[in-house]
């Protein structure tokens, strides 16, 4: 019987824009799983992140008080809810497809990613 990983470890994508230290934490009052999630999302001193844009849970891994690399939750270690699946394949896949933007985290086609696709705005839309 297969299980799913309870994790995955995510390599830091080149380019990637992570969140530089704990204290750019945003808090945008998003309904979570459970009252803990919500409450350790809030937290400044926990390094765990929730990311509107790619819909992903990820605890973030510290070296010397920067974050280098995110660590992705499948669930909610809390109330062991499953947690969204992550649309982050698919926000590179329409950038590429829909806007022929292939390297979307290079300077120049950074400016061209439309203002949908910079919140959650652009999943919610099209129901994924
Ligand atoms: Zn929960």
């Known amino acids: 019987m297969k299980r ?7 390599p830091a994508i080149p380019g990637r824009k992570l969140p530089n230290s704990i204290n750019e934490k945003i808090n945008n009052n998003e309904q979570h799983c459970c009252e803990m999630m ?6 400044p001193r926990i390094p765990l992140f929730y990311s509107s844009l790619y819909r992903e849970y990820d605890i973030a891994l510290l070296y010397k ?55 959650d705005e652009w999943w919610k839309k099209r129901g994924l």
Do not use: N
């Open 4 to 10: 799913d990983p309870l994790f995955y470890k995510r």
């Open 65 to 119: 008080g920067k974050i280098t690399a995110l660590q992705g939750l499948f669930y909610c270690p809390w109330c062991r809810t499953k947690l969204p699946k992550s649309v982050r394949e698919e926000w590179f896949e329409i950038l590429a497809k829909e806007y022929h933007l292939d390297d979307p985290y290079c300077d120049e086609q950074e400016k061209l990613i439309p203002k949908e696709f910079k919140s």
């Open 38 to 43: 919500d409450m350790f999302l809030a937290d």
